[in-house]
């Protein structure tokens, strides 16, 4: 990972969007092929005292978590290996060696290794080369136990770079700009989505007024509000267990099926994955074989309420989304359930969002930790979740305010697919030549 340069959104995108539609030429004879420890002096970090705190005399300790932008706490000077922004940091051992980073000052971890670029190759463009290089390296690593990047990797992995310092800068500018664009879109989706925890913690303990505005905090407004056992909700809101205002669930199915996304016109079975992410993706699914006849009554449509029960990891099970869209013939996996509102109680829109609301969650919490090992949750313990039901009308003021906040996520996770796609074609086409550049 590198430490971005910051510029306005809005010129990242209108730069990032226009390098698609640019033509480039130079002569593929200005370019240069050398191995990389021709191009880069190699220091492998030492095992120093850390500390979690900065210490005097410490810096920025630079593990593994440091090259993808975590903290790994300080290290300390003496003895040490340091690393300056003018360098590219490999991670050198373990599962993900070969990873790198750029931009990042401080001590070099023992499992790092420091990369000094001679004056021949622009750090950032080897930075994107070194990155763009990561499958390569992966599938040459050594070791048994702990993988670790081939000790020659100096000698056998070749760099072809541009020999003018011009055409690597205008290489790395343009990579660069792709990388400010992703940043900062990955930025605005973290913001919507604590903008969106935030509403809904609101929305869910104290709804909304006739005239569409919060009630005030029950600290406040007392009288406004009942005590239950999920805790304080507003006092013309019904609580209900979830029995109450659901009609049935529906169980899915899981025969043995072909590991692809089935196309147009044949029948498919949804993975877990099409509903844990937070919003349904019909592309992760199953084709089923030809062999096996259909289940039509499991087929997922428009509008459905679609919950995981049961996942290997515990904090996805309870997971629920409505589905929006969805192409025909796809069926629920028998780890998910369809819920069915009556929707005289309680719209469609409103269940998934209750679900997801932190009064649910907490139950669901609570159902997985009583039970060790347990990584499901049965019919019978999702109809006896509570929560508050306001009126009908309240409801879908409530949802129309989530589904905006929802709405703006799901066009901002679009853009960033898009930038993420674009980058890696830029990559793959510019740090080979196979798409020159013009200065």
Known sequence: MRRPRMISRQRAMKLASGFANIWWSWSMSEWG????????????????????????????????????????????G?????????????????????????????????????LSPSA???????????????????????????????KDLGKILRVKYPKDPDHQKKI???????????????????????????????LFTRGLKPDGKLRPPREDAPHLYQETPIGWIPKDWEFKSLRSVILKIDSGWSP??????????????????????????????????????????????QG??????????????????????????LMLSDKLLRLVPDEDMISKEFLAMVMSSEVVLRQIDKVLSGSSGQRNISQSQIFGFCAGRPRKVEQSEIALRIEAVESSLVDLKSELQKLRQQKAGLMADLLTGKTPVKV
Not at 89 to 113: A, F, H, K
Not at 256 to 272: A, N, Q, S, Y
Not at 304 to 329: F, I
């Open 120 to 150: 021949r190759i622009d750090v950032t463009f080897l930075y994107y080369f070194l990155a763009l290089s990561f499958d390569w390296v992966q599938n040459r690593r050594t070791g048994t136990g702990v993988p670790h990047v081939p």
């Open 78 to 114: 003496i003895g040490a290996v340091t690393a300056s922004d003018t360098d590219v940091l490999m991670l050198w051992d373990g599962e993900r060696s070969g990873l790198v980073g750029l931009g990042r000052p401080g001590i070099v971890s023992s499992t790092v290794m420091k």
């Open 172 to 202: 790395a500018d343009i990579l660069e700009t792709v990388d400010e664009a992703i940043e900062q879109t990955e930025a605005l989706i973290a913001k919507y989505k604590q903008i969106k925890a935030g509403m809904m913690q609101d």
């Open 256 to 301: 043995d099926c072909i590991e692809r996304t089935p196309t147009e016109g044949e029948w498919g079975v949804l993975k877990v994955s099409a509903v844990t992410r937070g919003a349904f993706d019909p592309k992760e699914s199953k084709t089923l074989p030809d062999h096996l006849p259909p289940k039509p009554s499991l087929e997922v449509r």
């Open 304 to 329: 459905d309420v679609v919950l995981t029960r049961a996942n290997g990891v515990a904090e996805l099970v309870g997971k629920c989304v409505q589905v929006k869209k969805t192409p025909s013939k």
């Open 33 to 76: 092929e050398e191995p990389l420890n021709q191009l880069a002096d190699f220091q492998k970090g030492r095992k120093v005292d850390t500390s979690e705190e900065p210490l005097e005399g410490y810096r920025p300790y630079l593990g593994a978590g440091s090259l993808v932008g975590k903290s790994d706490g300080f290290g300390s």
